[in-house]
């Protein structure tokens, strides 16, 4: 089998041009979501269409751990490890943090947060074994800075920042570079909640002028698999110059 890689929240935005972004570049690519399976299978086709067999579904919550072992499963059934983890799944929650309530909480922790931890913890022990593999999660600059409205969201992305720091130097050892890219706004769905109006204020406080694509991020998460292994735990701010 070729190269392979694992992409979290796969089934649009970000995750989608990430996959498209690895098949192009050769890899078999992993495709997981939750609750957009549909969607994931089209991903799926529409990289199939382009290279035959060169991706596979493995739906599933990577919020709950025992989804996750039972993913890892099916991946380590097609492959010997993974080469590459990416990290990108998530969910947002607007609102004051007074009026969330429990379940909301948890669950914009355990899907950005506990989920890179539970993916992290099965596909590590394989990278180690042939010191080799690359870890990439997805972040936002919310986890660098905060934002007011999104506690939650802000917390849980400032705690992937603090894992893939910690996790750089636990891995580094074995030659397994693990970064994270923080990024600012994105033009996926997550943020169509936009009106023209706001849409418009939230570009003027951006110095680039504009929203990045998801194929920038996409490009970014190429680049860093390409970069030497020396780099690593790093927080990558792509924002366009916002912080």
Not at 15 to 23: E, K
Request: proline letters at 4%; glycine letters at 8%.
């Amino acid at each position: 089998m070729n190269k392979t890689i694992l992409v979290t929240g796969a089934s649009r935005g970000i995750g989608r041009a990430i996959a498209h972004a690895f098949a192009d570049c050769g890899y078999h690519v992993f495709l997981n979501c939750n609750s957009s399976v549909k969607q994931l299978r089209e991903v799926q086709q529409e990289i199939e269409a382009q290279y035959p067999g060169a991706a596979t579904c493995v739906p599933g919550n990577i919020g709950n751990p025992d989804d996750v072992r039972n993913i890892f499963k099916s991946i380590y059934n097609e492959c010997n490890a993974l080469d590459v983890l990416v990290n990108n799944a998530g969910v947002s929650h607007l609102g004051l943090l007074s009026d969330m309530t429990d379940d909301e909480w948890n669950r914009v922790i355990q899907t950005d947060l506990s989920s890179v931890f539970y993916c992290c913890r099965e596909a590590i022990p394989k990278m180690v074994s042939r010191k080799s593999g690359h870890i990439i999660n997805i972040s936002s600059m919310w986890g660098v800075s905060g934002a007011s409205c999104e506690v939650a969201y802000s917390a849980a992305k400032s705690g992937v920042n603090g894992l893939t720091r910690a996790l750089a130097k636990e891995l580094a050892p074995s030659q397994i570079p693990v970064n994270a890219i923080a990024c600012g706004v994105i033009d996926t769905v997550m943020n169509q909640w936009l009106n023209k109006e706001e849409r418009r204020e939230l570009e003027e406080e951006i110095p680039a002028g504009r929203f990045a694509t998801p194929e920038e991020v996409a490009q970014a998460t190429v680049n860093l698999v390409n970069s030497p292994i020396y780099l690593t735990g790093q927080i990558i701010g792509l924002d366009g110059g916002y912080l």
